[in-house]
């Protein structure tokens, strides 16, 4: 199993990122799919989290809730993340998990900030 995530880097409060997931080494569309996050000195916290096949089922922290979407690619076996109106309290370390955490990629920071 292998998980590689991309797609950080330094945004403006109030920009957007999307970041990307790919998967390799399982039969990704079985599965569900997570994101978390961890800032130094902090537990890492599930942000957002999809179902497997089709990713009808989906669910956020309440902090991201309305500004975040993951959503997922199975025929690239890849699942993302659009993060808007970002905030610095968004900055972080970003994790893609599958399921809830039983496999892990290395993680891509986030930095918000002007």
């Known amino acids: 199993v292998q998980l590689v995530e991309s797609g950080g880097g330094l945004v403006q409060p109030g920009g957007s990122l999307r970041l990307s997931c790919a998967a390799s080494?399982?039969?990704?569309?079985?599965?569900?799919m997570s994101w978390y996050r961890q800032t130094p000195g902090k537990e890492r916290e599930l942000v957002a989290a999809?179902?497997?096949?089709?990713?009808?089922?989906?669910q956020y922290a309440d902090s991201v809730k309305g500004r975040f979407t993951i959503f997922r690619d199975n025929a690239k076996n890849t699942v993302y993340l659009q993060m808007n109106r970002l905030t610095p309290e968004d900055t972080a370390q970003y994790y893609c998990?599958?399921?809830?955490?039983?496999?892990w990629g290395l993680g891509t920071q986030v930095t918000v900030s002007s």
């Open positions: 999809i179902s497997g096949g089709s990713g009808d089922s989906t």
């Open positions: 080494g399982f039969t990704f569309s079985a599965y569900g």
């Open positions: 998990a599958r399921t809830i955490g039983d496999y």
